[in-house]
């Protein structure tokens, strides 16, 4: 059964960094996919990242392109999302999932989720 547990969320100010961190454990099929949504209060959830856990180019939607930066490391079981430049609007839960199938940016396609990390941007 796939396990993952997000970190590094917190409270920064516009134009700062954040380094979030989603930590895999079972997972054992090489074709999946890893991704980062968030959700604002009262929005519904977004894909924000994507890239595929044996390599390939990554995916990024339009709002975060040039600022947002995903890896992962099979070593090391893990999937970061390093965020630059960050603005107000960026504030939300940021939430860690998996699909075991080719890419998608839904949400309802991803399989197993982790349970978020908040990230507030004050400007």
């Known amino acids: 059964q796939v396990q993952l547990v997000e970190s590094g969320g917190g409270l920064v100010q516009a134009g700062g960094s954040l380094r979030l961190s989603c930590a895999a454990s079972g997972l054992t099929f090489s074709g999946a996919y890893m991704a980062w949504f968030r959700q604002a209060p009262g929005k519904e959830r977004e894909f924000v990242a994507a890239?595929?856990?044996?390599?390939?180019?990554?995916y990024y939607a339009d709002s975060v392109k040039g600022r947002f930066t995903i890896s992962r490391d099979n070593a090391k079981n893990t999937v970061t999302l390093q965020m630059n430049s960050l603005k107000p609007e960026d504030t939300a839960v940021y939430y860690c999932a998996v699909r075991r199938a080719q890419y998608s940016s839904s949400a309802a396609r991803y399989d197993t989720w982790g349970l978020g990390t908040q990230v507030t941007v004050s400007s």
């Open positions: 890239v595929s856990w044996i390599g390939g180019t990554p």
